[in-house]
């Protein structure tokens, strides 16, 4: 299917575990963000990717690993769950021109217990 | 102070209204403004993308930007029961860096049959 997709859907971790939320996108955008979304608080960056193999911290990138090894595939790890990461995740992407339109996948709702 | 400031509603109108949804910005630097609409449980879609100033019109939907003042607004006329949702305002500067968006925290809006 085309488009940008994310697995899991939902997950259940405890804390201390080490957890990788996994996107995928179909377009060959260049550009692929990872946000995490919070009650008062919208959407905000974790992570961003200008290409393979280029990424930079967002706003809360804090607790937070990314790579990009292919354009298609943008996995976020949490390397030590706690539990103010319980959060719903989405990854977005764009093709980096001027527009800056970006479309978002259904999300990860995570909780760690 | 939130860069993006949104009214969390919740609104709740009747079928058939007009609704107004706004948002107040403190970043001169912005120039590219979107509406995203998020059912529950979703990723967010785009709903209304403008550059600069100025109104924009699709359908029941109208955009405007007044960045005189700092302030975006959408409106929906003859609002549906299928219009109820979170609806998000974000943005972004023209810059050669990240391309992130800077989103408000979403107004749940809902329309009454």
């Known amino acids: 299917d085309a488009g940008i997709t994310q697995s899991p859907r939902y997950k259940i971790t405890e804390t201390g575990r080490q957890v990788t939320l996994m996107c995928h996108q179909t377009?060959?955008?260049?550009?692929m963000f990872w946000y995490r979304q919070d009650l008062g608080h919208g959407l905000r960056l974790i992570y961003y990717?200008?290409?393979?193999?280029?990424?930079d911290k967002g706003e809360v990138p804090d607790g937070y690993v990314v790579s990009r090894s292919k354009t298609e595939n943008f996995p976020l790890t949490l390397e030590s769950a706690t539990r103010s990461q319980t959060s719903v995740y989405f990854c977005?992407?764009?093709?980096?021109?001027?527009?800056?339109?970006?479309?978002f996948g259904a999300g990860t709702r995570l909780s760690v217990l | 102070q939130k860069e993006v400031e949104q009214d969390p509603g919740p609104l709740s109108v009747p079928e058939g209204a007009i609704v107004s949804l706004n948002c107040t910005y403190s970043?001169?630097?912005?120039?590219?403004f979107m509406w995203y609409r998020q059912y529950s449980r979703k990723g967010p879609e785009l709903l209304m993308y403008?550059?600069?100033?100025g109104n924009k019109e699709d359908g029941r939907f109208t955009a405007q930007v007044d960045k005189s003042s700092k302030y975006i607004s959408l409106f929906i006329r003859d609002s549906q029961p299928s219009d109820s949702a979170t609806y998000l305002c974000?943005?972004?500067?023209?810059?050669?860096?990240?391309?992130?968006?800077?989103f408000g925290s979403g107004t749940r809006l809902q329309v009454q049959p």
């Open positions: 990717s200008a290409a393979a193999d280029i990424t």
């Open positions: 977005a992407s764009f093709t980096g021109g001027s527009q800056n339109i970006q479309y």
């Open positions: 377009w060959s955008h260049s550009y």
């Open positions: 970043n001169s630097a912005f120039q590219y």
């Open positions: 403008t550059y600069s100033s």
């Open positions: 974000a943005m972004s500067a023209m810059d050669t860096g990240r391309r992130a968006l800077t």
